[in-house]
């Protein structure tokens, strides 16, 4: 089977899901600072817009960001700006551990990104990008830091997706 123009982008399968939890804890914030205030008779517009403008605060931190990948580029989308690097050609991938653990890419052009690798445990075609692009970095000598980073969270990637399989075929 041919394709006959460029390959759509992914996208990150879960973010429509997170996206309405981060609306759905801002409009339950909102609610209930407003009939909180409702209830004590102190409500007034400036008051309304005050929780209303805390929620969208918090639906701004709540918001995951969005990520994307395509052949040779993959994309991260905060509700401020977005983030690319060309997978194709990276010069260094680092892993930073802990609380918040996460990957930062950075590309022969001077632009980096952050993003969870969760997203990409959980997202295979995303990695299937990613580790497409990273093959063509190693192969063209543009990747000097890092490629070890990324063989250790394919194996982690790979054998979570075994024990998915295994587990939703009822093997294990």
């Not at 050609?89 to 930062?104: E, F, I, K, P, W």
């Not at 692009?133 to 063209?140: A, D, I, K, P, T």
Request: charged letters at 25%; proline letters at 5%; one cysteine or more.
């Amino acid at each position: 089977m041919e394709r006959n123009g460029p390959a759509a982008p992914v996208d990150d399968r879960h973010w429509r899901g997170s996206a309405r939890f981060a609306v759905g804890c801002a409009l339950i914030f909102c609610v209930m600072g407003v009939l909180v205030d409702w209830d004590a008779a102190s409500l007034t517009p400036l008051r309304t817009l005050l929780w209303v403008t805390l929620s969208a605060a918090v639906c701004a931190v709540l918001l995951p960001p969005r990520v994307s990948a395509g052949p040779g580029w993959v994309a991260v989308r905060t509700p401020w700006r977005r983030f690319v690097v060309r997978t194709d050609a990276l010069t260094a991938v680092r892993q930073y551990d802990g609380v918040s653990a996460h990957l930062v890419l950075r590309d022969v052009h001077g632009h980096s990104l952050e993003l969870d690798p969760r997203t990409l445990a959980a997202n295979p075609l995303l990695w299937h990008e990613l580790d497409t692009g990273v093959r063509r970095s190693l192969e063209r000598g543009t990747l000097r830091h890092g490629a070890d980073v990324l063989d250790r969270l394919g194996r982690h990637i790979d054998d979570e997706t075994a024990r998915t399989v295994l587990r939703k075929s009822g093997l294990s």
